[in-house]
């Protein structure tokens, strides 16, 4: 009979551990029978509740079969303390009883066990939902390996993305060198974002500043983030007079790379330090807030999105950039972020909380302020949050 119970079997125990809780020796010996006959090999046994949470701290069982009714502490206690400790919160318990009243069993439950059997055990039964319980217990463990070992490599492609970014280094060694100061907030809304800003020193005291945002968020996004940094480095900037031109190129590329549901945003300015002079073309990106003297207003960033058509139409426009001036670019969560009423925030809106970040005169600087203002009854922002904001000292 016992023999038996061995046939069928599709997963292998035999790597499984399993402890039983039991004060009567006979029945501690017929169930080890039944768990060898199935192929299970890594048996303990305790006689009490109180061995028991002792047997499972050393021997660390991927299931526990326990009798209800046991001295020194009875099996409800032991499932109790088991699910009040959280290493052992999912350890899976396998009562066996005589209870029969329906409130009895049902405090079974209430105590922390997976399943119940019933006294006198019947073998093939008993089997059965020990199976159950340790083929649950195998996958879930594996699919907590598959999360552990994708949560390291997203941590790793965040840190890979992260580091595409200009380093606090070079944003220091611009501003002492030419009095621009660019303030930057990357938040990505999981682990990995679509959003991506770059820097480039052009020479004689220009730079070009990209602020691109992908369709989306995510695994996805994030690659199409690599793409787009391969191709900004293949594509020269060196002598970059004309933004428009280098977005025709850009999109060109894009269109051949990205699936027909991906684009992107993206706004491309050249700062000049020395004519004091930002010429900038957009692709669709939400508008910049520029800023000089007492005046702050809108840009225009127009341009069909990058990816989606050969036909998108490009233009550059100029604007003053003396000492005093700023600029804000930043992704759509921004404006696209409910606040506590449901409402997000209109142009005046974030016109008026801008102005207000750069009249704040105790911020460190006017994009910490910008954020406090907008975290401010605000939830955490579903999709990537950039920002960026350059100013001349």
């Given at each position: 009979m016992i023999a038996a119970l061995s046939q069928g079997v599709r997963t292998d125990l035999s790597e499984c551990r399993v402890l039983v809780v039991e004060d009567a020796p006979a029945i501690r010996k017929i169930i080890g029978a039944y768990l060898q006959a199935a192929g299970i090999l890594h048996v303990d046994f305790a006689t009490d509740g109180v061995e028991g949470l002792a047997k499972v701290e050393s021997f660390d069982p991927d299931l526990v079969i326990l009798d209800i009714m046991?001295?020194?502490?009875?099996?409800?206690?032991?499932?109790?303390?088991?699910r009040a400790n959280p290493r052992y919160r999912h350890l899976p318990i396998l009562v066996q009883t005589a209870l029969e009243s329906p409130a009895e069993r049902t405090e079974v439950f209430r105590a922390g066990a997976n399943d119940l059997i019933t006294k006198p055990i019947h073998g093939p039964e008993l089997v059965a939902r020990v199976r159950v319980q340790l083929e649950n217990r195998l996958l879930i463990r594996d699919l907590e390996n598959y999360r552990r070992h994708i949560q390291t490599d997203l941590e790793l492609a965040r840190k890979m993305q992260e580091d595409l970014l200009p380093s606090p280094k070079v944003l220091e060694a611009i501003r002492a060198e030419t009095g621009l100061s660019i303030a930057a907030h990357f938040q990505p809304s999981a682990e990995l974002g679509g959003d991506m800003w770059h820097l480039r020193d052009l020479g004689q005291g220009r730079y070009a500043v990209i602020l691109v945002d992908f369709a989306g968020h995510g695994i996805t996004a994030a690659l199409n983030t690599f793409r787009l940094h391969t191709l900004t480095h293949q594509q020269t900037l060196r002598n970059l007079d004309k933004p428009s031109e280098y977005l025709y190129q850009l999109n060109d590329l894009l269109v051949d790379l990205l699936p027909s549901n991906q684009f992107a945003t993206l706004f491309l300015g050249v700062v000049d330090t020395v004519r004091e002079t930002l010429t900038w073309s957009g692709a669709g990106a939400p508008m910049p807030i520029y800023g000089v003297g007492e005046q702050i207003g809108y840009l225009e960033a127009d341009g069909l999105p990058m990816g989606i058509s050969r036909k998108g139409q490009y233009r550059d426009q100029q604007v003053p950039f003396p000492k005093g001036a700023f600029l804000l670019l930043y992704s759509d969560a921004l404006t696209e972020t409910p606040d506590e009423r449901g409402m997000m925030l209109n142009d005046d809106?974030?016109?008026?909380?801008?102005a207000a970040a750069h009249a704040d005169q105790f911020a460190d600087r006017p994009l910490t302020s910008l954020l406090d203002l907008f975290r401010l009854h605000r939830r955490q922002p579903t999709d990537d949050l950039t920002l960026l904001w350059l100013s001349r000292a």
């Open positions: 046991m001295p020194e502490m009875d099996g409800f206690e032991v499932a109790r303390s088991l809106q974030l016109l008026a909380m801008v």
